[in-house]
């Protein structure tokens, strides 16, 4: 070459060499004879001086190289597609050849990225001063194959090798570092392949998490963050907007499928659901497309995670709009969200609306365009070099002075600068390393081909444009994006507006930040979209989930009685303390109403006022008796007794209205302990009268002298003898486990029953039963009393009186036990009402319908009055 600012270019079997300001060509005859005489005659000299080892098959020629003294490798698919061939296995296979229609113009903007970078080093007197950087630029055609074949010919060269008979073939690497590839698939290859060689491999654009594995890919690094960062980050966006119902494509390579797989696997942690995921490869028959499109329309989501690449996405944009899929909102990786041509290529805006994430914007001051190949130039300007067969009449030819400036397309946007300046770090990363490796000060005296391995690991360093560029122990840079929203504008372009940030170098609640911005969504929408299987079970509610469906599909159950939920889509209904209860919406706990008797209700106000009645009635009845003690009904039958059971009767009626109000200790204490001793004081007074009844009428017999034996203080003694054991009973219950306040949750769900628990069943019952005792024994005896003479007939109204009694106190028990809350409270107070008004009406009303209204018969002849004689 004329000097080292020439590139060199192969194109086919021609050869042409672009130089700065003029394009010169030769004849390919000239060029191809002068390469095989050259050829023939180092290989004629090698035999006859020493060993060669040759390289097998075709050699790959780059299509940009330039000498210098340490070379650097670039790879880039200036072609996105090959030629496919049908290989019979019968002769060598002929070697692959690119699309010409496939030219991909942002691979060329790459490698004007790292020709710049080269060039901005080589005239720098701080860098690598004294050294010059060559390149050699392979086009891989979007190839993994080719990846690997050029890959190996950056390592070796393709020059044979003359070596010493006793030496193997080897020699250093051909480059100490690699720039490239694109795509993650491969840079997997071509990493695994170069890696034991120790030849570091910086990747642009690659972005797989797998690529972070350091056993398998130990010379691998990168200047763009990890999809394991940019797919979590895209499914917190996802949640952000609430989209719980996605569908996604990916490309079918190892970009796509492990970026959707880390996507898939966070989206599941957030409760997101994917409907479907589809994958997707450029050589793919339309067969496969169309089965996408039909999948998509037949979905119900209407969110849809595109982890693509543009080479992939821009296929599958036509197809789309041809089937007019619009009213989707798209969520981007980061490598599609900002390609210029991806954008210009959605003629039918199927795509407006667009969120997602975006390499931060950076700017390499001073890159400006640079030569390129024969090809590139005849696609760029649409003219051609030389006449082919196939040329048109009208066809234009290249000058090769065409203005670059002028031009509007892929080449000329710089939308993808951000990647550019990947590549520019890549650049400086190697330079960086490879200075500390020369141990460079002022000038690089050491020009021996170094191993940057070692070193690239660790630098650290900051570009002109004050950006800090370092690796970690995964060869991976720090996570920072963009957060992009397509905004279509008025002359139908898109615009790339930024919308928030995501940054893991942040805390994890502030990593995602979305700015106060007008966002745009699909069909020009200023609504956020509603994606989701299910709607948002709102409180009261709780999600079940749907027989066979995911997660993410559920019906809303109302929470159940006691139970809430307070907020949306909640998966369980929390159950109320017991003290309160769910409202009707059942997203609050209300508290409870209690309930007990109390003076305020129409039931415990009669009850109260029935008490009262028989205390006035007990009252009137004793001023009676006592205005007409010295008559002859009153002292008939001991009218002490009279009197005491007047007394008793009165506690009987006043003790039930401890019964009402709230209950509390010494209420609780006092009305079964009240009620049981002026009952049994009651029950003893009426069977100390029924035995008067008796014995008088035994002391009217012939020699009879029995009254002696119960008289006036036998009567008072027995009475206290059977009072005297009910309060024994009463004093053990509250001395052992005394009756207590107590609050039932249990008779009702929303209501607490304040009551008085008995404390010790054994002990209530005692009560009862003796009181029961006392009344059975008093009512036998009061039957065999039932036939004495008409006139003194006090036994019959005893009887009565206890049948009454015995009647309301039988009836007692179920009712008591079977009511609920405060109406057992209720069935007790009435039956103690009912007997207590039992014993008043029989025993006292009779005598004083007589006093008040029959005095004639109040005498004491009336009451002995001869009557034939009945026996007992």
């Given at each position: 070459?004329?000097?080292?600012?020439?590139?060199?270019?192969?194109?086919?079997?021609?050869?042409?060499?672009?130089?700065?300001?003029?394009?010169?060509?030769?004849?390919?005859?000239?060029?191809?004879?002068?390469?095989?005489?050259?050829?023939?005659?180092?290989?004629?000299?090698?035999?006859?001086?020493?060993?060669?080892?040759?390289?097998?098959?075709?050699?790959?020629?780059?299509?940009?190289?330039?000498?210098?003294?340490?070379?650097?490798?670039?790879?880039?698919?200036?072609?996105?597609?090959?030629?496919?061939?049908?290989?019979?296995?019968?002769?060598?296979?002929?070697?692959?050849?690119?699309?010409?229609?496939?030219?991909?113009?942002?691979?060329?903007?790459?490698?004007?990225?790292?020709?710049?970078?080269?060039?901005?080093?080589?005239?720098?007197?701080?860098?690598?001063?004294?050294?010059?950087?060559?390149?050699?630029?392979?086009?891989?055609?979007?190839?993994?194959?080719?990846g690997v074949r050029v890959a190996l010919a950056l390592a070796n060269g393709n020059e044979d090798t003359a070596t010493a008979s006793t030496a193997t073939c080897t020699r250093p690497a051909?480059?100490?570092?690699?720039?490239?590839?694109?795509?993650?698939?491969?840079?997997?290859?071509?990493?695994?392949?170069?890696?034991?060689?120790?030849?570091?491999?910086?990747?642009?654009?690659?972005?797989?998490?797998?690529?972070?594995?350091?056993?398998?890919?130990?010379?691998?690094?990168?200047?763009?963050?990890?999809?394991y960062y940019q797919s979590r980050a895209l499914a917190q966006l996802v949640k952000h907007f609430g989209w719980t119902w996605v569908g996604a494509i990916r490309t079918n390579d190892d970009?796509?499928?492990?970026?959707?797989?880390?996507?898939?696997?966070?989206?599941?942690?957030?409760?997101?659901?994917?409907?479907?995921?589809?994958?997707?490869?450029?050589?793919?028959?339309?067969?496969?497309?169309?089965?996408?499109?039909?999948?998509?329309?037949?979905?119900?989501?209407?969110?849809?995670?595109?982890?693509?690449?543009?080479?992939?996405?821009?296929?599958?944009?036509?197809?789309?709009?041809?089937?007019?899929?619009?009213?989707?909102?798209?969520?981007?990786?980061?490598?599609?969200?900002?390609?210029?041509?991806?954008?210009?290529?959605?003629?039918?805006?199927?795509?407006?609306?667009?969120?997602?994430?975006?390499?931060?914007?950076?700017?390499?001051?001073?890159?400006?365009?640079?030569?390129?190949?024969?090809?590139?130039?005849?696609?760029?300007?649409?003219?051609?070099?030389?006449?082919?067969?196939?040329?048109?009449?009208?066809?234009?030819?290249?000058?090769?002075?065409?203005?670059?400036?002028?031009?509007?397309?892929?080449?000329?946007?710089?939308?993808?600068?951000?990647?550019?300046?990947?590549?520019?770090?890549?650049?400086?990363?190697?330079?960086?390393?490879?200075?500390?490796?020369?141990?460079?000060?002022?000038?690089?005296?050491?020009?021996?081909?170094?191993?940057?391995?070692?070193?690239?690991?660790?630098?650290?360093?900051?570009?002109?444009?004050?950006?800090?560029?370092?690796?970690?122990?995964?060869?991976?840079?720090?996570?920072?994006?963009?957060?992009?929203?397509?905004?279509?504008?008025?002359?139908?372009?898109?615009?790339?507006?930024?919308?928030?940030?995501?940054?893991?170098?942040?805390?994890?609640?502030?990593?995602?930040?979305?700015?106060?911005?007008?966002?745009?969504?699909?069909?020009?929408?200023?609504?956020?979209?509603?994606?989701?299987?299910?709607?948002?079970?709102?409180?009261?509610?709780?999600?079940?989930?749907?027989?066979?469906?995911?997660?993410?599909?559920?019906?809303?159950?109302?929470?159940?009685?006691?139970?809430?939920?307070?907020?949306?889509?909640?998966?369980?209904?929390?159950?109320?303390?017991?003290?309160?209860?769910?409202?009707?919406?059942?997203?609050?706990?209300?508290?409870?109403?209690?309930?007990?008797?109390?003076?305020?209700?129409?039931?415990?106000?009669?009850?109260?006022?029935?008490?009262?009645?028989?205390?006035?009635?007990?009252?009137?009845?004793?001023?009676?008796?006592?205005?007409?003690?010295?008559?002859?009904?009153?002292?008939?039958?001991?009218?002490?007794?009279?009197?005491?059971?007047?007394?008793?009767?009165?506690?009987?009626?006043?003790?039930?209205?401890?019964?009402?109000?709230?209950?509390?200790?010494?209420?609780?204490?006092?009305?079964?302990?009240?009620?049981?001793?002026?009952?049994?004081?009651?029950?003893?007074?009426?069977?100390?009268?029924?035995?008067?009844?008796?014995?008088?009428?035994?002391?009217?017999?012939?020699?009879?002298?029995?009254?002696?034996?119960?008289?006036?203080?036998?009567?008072?003694?027995?009475?206290?003898?059977?009072?005297?054991?009910?309060?024994?009973?009463?004093?053990?219950?509250?001395?052992?486990?005394?009756?207590?306040?107590?609050?039932?949750?249990?008779?009702?769900?929303?209501?607490?029953?304040?009551?008085?628990?008995?404390?010790?069943?054994?002990?209530?019952?005692?009560?009862?039963?003796?009181?029961?005792?006392?009344?059975?024994?008093?009512?036998?005896?009061?039957?065999?009393?039932?036939?004495?003479?008409?006139?003194?007939?006090?036994?019959?109204?005893?009887?009565?009186?206890?049948?009454?009694?015995?009647?309301?106190?039988?009836?007692?028990?179920?009712?008591?036990?079977?009511?609920?809350?405060?109406?057992?409270?209720?069935?007790?107070?009435?039956?103690?009402?009912?007997?207590?008004?039992?014993?008043?009406?029989?025993?006292?009303?009779?005598?004083?319908?007589?006093?008040?209204?029959?005095?004639?018969?109040?005498?004491?002849?009336?009451?002995?009055?001869?009557?034939?004689?009945?026996?007992?």
């Open positions: 070459m004329e000097d080292k600012q020439n590139l060199r270019v192969w194109l086919g079997s021609d050869t042409k060499q672009i130089g700065l300001g003029s394009f010169t060509m030769l004849p390919s005859w000239v060029s191809a004879s002068s390469s095989l005489l050259l050829l023939l005659l180092v290989v004629s000299f090698s035999r006859a001086e020493e060993p060669v080892c040759r390289q097998r098959g075709e050699p790959e020629d780059p299509q940009l190289f330039k000498n210098g003294d340490i070379v650097l490798g670039g790879i880039f698919s200036f072609h996105s597609s090959w030629k496919s061939r049908q290989d019979n296995y019968t002769h060598r296979p002929s070697p692959m050849q690119c699309t010409r229609s496939s030219l991909n113009f942002r691979a060329f903007q790459f490698a004007q990225a790292m020709l710049f970078a080269i060039e901005e080093i080589n005239n720098s007197t701080d860098l690598l001063p004294g050294i010059s950087l060559g390149y050699k630029i392979y086009d891989a055609c979007g190839s993994i194959g080719r051909q480059v100490v570092a690699i720039m490239g590839e694109t795509s993650s698939s491969p840079c997997m290859a071509i990493s695994t392949v170069i890696g034991p060689f120790h030849i570091p491999l910086i990747s642009h654009f690659a972005t797989c998490a797998c690529l972070s594995d350091k056993v398998r890919y130990p010379s691998f690094l990168r200047t763009i963050p990890s999809d970009y796509g499928n492990n970026g959707m797989a880390i996507f898939t696997e966070t989206a599941k942690q957030l409760g997101i659901c994917l409907e479907y995921s589809v994958s997707f490869f450029r050589q793919d028959p339309p067969e496969k497309i169309q089965r996408i499109i039909d999948i998509i329309k037949a979905s119900t989501s209407k969110v849809i995670v595109a982890f693509l690449s543009p080479m992939d996405f821009d296929i599958l944009i036509d197809a789309f709009a041809n089937h007019n899929l619009t009213g989707y909102q798209w969520v981007g990786s980061e490598g599609w969200i900002t390609d210029f041509h991806t954008a210009s290529m959605d003629k039918h805006h199927i795509l407006d609306g667009t969120i997602g994430l975006a390499i931060p914007m950076a700017h390499v001051t001073g890159m400006r365009d640079n030569e390129l190949f024969t090809e590139f130039w005849e696609t760029l300007f649409d003219c051609r070099f030389m006449k082919t067969t196939s040329s048109e009449k009208n066809q234009r030819y290249c000058s090769g002075y065409e203005d670059v400036s002028g031009l509007q397309n892929a080449f000329t946007d710089m939308s993808l600068m951000p990647i550019f300046n990947n590549v520019y770090k890549g650049v400086y990363a190697v330079a960086h390393a490879l200075h500390n490796t020369l141990g460079c000060k002022k000038i690089c005296r050491n020009k021996v081909q170094p191993n940057p391995f070692t070193h690239i690991k660790n630098i650290q360093f900051k570009t002109k444009d004050g950006e800090q560029v370092y690796f970690n122990e995964n060869g991976d840079p720090a996570a920072k994006y963009e957060i992009i929203n397509w905004q279509p504008r008025e002359n139908g372009t898109v615009e790339f507006v930024t919308v928030g940030f995501y940054d893991t170098t942040l805390p994890a609640d502030k990593q995602l930040n979305l700015h106060n911005k007008s966002l745009m969504w699909a069909q020009n929408s200023k609504q956020v979209p509603l994606s989701v299987c299910s709607e948002s079970c709102p409180p009261g509610t709780r999600k079940v989930l749907q027989k066979g469906k995911p997660i993410c599909c559920y019906d809303c159950i109302p929470c159940a009685e006691g139970e809430i939920s307070n907020i949306t889509d909640s998966i369980t209904c929390a159950q109320c303390h017991a003290e309160f209860w769910s409202n009707e919406r059942r997203d609050d706990c209300e508290k409870k109403m209690t309930e007990f008797l109390s003076y305020e209700e129409i039931m415990g106000a009669l009850l109260m006022a029935a008490s009262l009645l028989g205390t006035m009635m007990t009252t009137t009845v004793a001023v009676i008796f006592f205005r007409n003690r010295n008559t002859p009904i009153v002292k008939a039958n001991n009218s002490e007794l009279s009197f005491l059971l007047l007394f008793s009767l009165t506690l009987c009626f006043l003790c039930s209205l401890t019964f009402i109000g709230r209950p509390s200790d010494w209420s609780c204490m006092l009305r079964h302990t009240a009620f049981g001793i002026t009952f049994v004081l009651c029950i003893s007074c009426v069977l100390g009268k029924t035995i008067v009844v008796l014995m008088a009428f035994r002391a009217t017999l012939p020699g009879s002298n029995v009254m002696k034996w119960f008289g006036p203080p036998q009567q008072r003694l027995s009475v206290l003898a059977f009072t005297l054991i009910q309060v024994v009973i009463c004093i053990l219950w509250l001395t052992i486990s005394p009756p207590f306040p107590l609050k039932n949750f249990h008779h009702f769900k929303d209501k607490i029953i304040l009551e008085c628990a008995l404390g010790s069943a054994v002990g209530f019952w005692a009560v009862l039963g003796y009181i029961g005792l006392l009344a059975m024994f008093c009512f036998v005896l009061a039957f065999l009393a039932r036939k004495l003479p008409d006139n003194f007939n006090e036994a019959k109204f005893i009887t009565f009186s206890m049948l009454i009694f015995c009647a309301v106190w039988i009836t007692f028990i179920p009712a008591y036990v079977s009511s609920p809350g405060k109406f057992s409270v209720a069935v007790e107070i009435f039956a103690i009402l009912a007997s207590s008004f039992g014993l008043l009406i029989c025993i006292f009303i009779p005598k004083c319908y007589i006093m008040l209204f029959k005095p004639e018969k109040n005498t004491k002849k009336n009451m002995m009055g001869k009557m034939p004689l009945k026996s007992l």
